[in-house]
Nanobody, 119 residues
């Protein structure tokens, strides 16, 4: 069973930066993808950014040019550098890992870390 622990959230002023880190532990046979999702108040959880085992990255349109994702699948870790933050980036951010164990695709989530951007 994989456990994911996020860190780095907090309160920042509009235009500021934050760096979110996610560290995973436990056994997983192979990792397909790691990424970050977020859920704002009264909103559905949405993809922020992800990186595949092959190094392909995907970003939500709303964060392109501002956020950078980097991952080390061997270490089960992923980092999200968030720049030029806006109040609409306020949300709980969740680390996500998609991998394979016992020939089954498994989806793991962290407990979430709050990011609040003040105007």
């Amino acid at each position: 069973q994989v456990q994911l622990v996020e860190s780095g959230g907090g309160l920042v002023q509009s235009g500021g930066s934050l760096r979110l880190s996610c560290a995973g532990s436990g056994f997983i046979a192979s990792i397909n993808e790691m990424g970050w999702y977020r859920q704002g108040a009264e909103k559905q959880r949405e993809l922020v950014a992800s990186v595949t085992r092959g190094g392909s990255v995907e970003y939500a349109d709303s964060v392109k040019g501002r956020f950078i994702i980097s991952g080390d699948h061997r270490k089960k870790s992923v980092v999200l550098q968030m720049n030029a933050l806006k109040p609409e980036d306020t949300a709980v951010y969740y680390c996500n890992l998609v991998g394979v164990n016992r020939r089954r695709t498994r989806n793991f989530w962290g407990q979430g870390t709050q990011v609040t951007v003040s105007s």
